[in-house]
């Protein structure tokens, strides 16, 4: 117990602290660089910290998930989300430093409350523990959507990174239906985005 713990923390020290790995390039990398305003360039930058921290936040759900989760095909499918979401943390990252911005300092904390909601979701069972993550990920991939028609139309890097990261947030909603996910009652859908407004607007500016 005492060795997964270990583990544990040290996986949330990495996610917080460490340059995230990715096997696939950034996308949009090899594209020129925009010509964008200062109000432009900070927009476009405070867009990419809210999503930077909401993949901080995802990392901490799958970690408390799949400590709770009893399923080894559930735990599989929450690694492979992970591992995936893990790559957005490095594309967001990179994108923050080419546009001479920074990560939210408030993502410790959203770690944290997003760890204790992952743990709370994998001990309601699999079909909720499922269900908690194609909730998720429709919800993530609806703020990604408001994010490409709120960026400039041409700071391309930022899109393509955007484009990308929703195509493989619909991939884990829908692998998690095929999983058995069950649908979440609406007040639990309600509170999620409640949730995931406050972390937007803070994070926006901190």
């Not at 429709?138 to 990604?144: A, D, G, K, S, W």
Request: hydrophobic share 40%; with cysteine.
């Amino acid at each position: 117990m005492i060795d997964h713990l270990i583990i544990e923390f040290d996986r949330a020290l990495r996610t917080l602290f460490v340059p995230a790995p990715s096997r696939r390039d950034v996308p949009g990398a090899a594209l020129p660089e925009a010509d964008l305003s200062e109000a432009e360039k900070r927009h476009a930058a405070a867009l990419m910290r809210v999503n930077h921290c909401g993949e901080i936040c995802a990392q901490a759900l799958y970690q408390g998930q799949s400590l709770t989760s009893h399923n080894p095909e559930t735990r599989r499918a929450l690694a492979y989300a992970a591992f995936e979401e893990t790559e957005h943390l490095n594309w967001t990252e990179h994108r923050l430093a080419e546009l001479g911005s920074h990560k939210s300092f408030l993502n410790p904390l959203w770690y944290a409350g997003s760890l204790a909601m992952g743990v709370i979701a994998g001990k309601c069972g699999d079909e909720w523990n499922l269900g908690f993550l194609a909730e998720t990920e429709r919800q993530v991939e609806q703020h990604l959507q408001s994010h490409l028609g709120s960026l400039p139309t041409h700071d391309r890097r930022s899109r393509e990174i955007v484009e990308q990261m929703k195509v493989d947030e619909i991939g884990h909603a829908r692998t998690a239906v095929k999983l058995g996910a069950r649908e979440l009652p609406p007040p639990v859908k309600w509170a999620m985005r409640a949730i995931s407004g406050a972390m937007t607007r803070t994070t926006y500016y901190f």
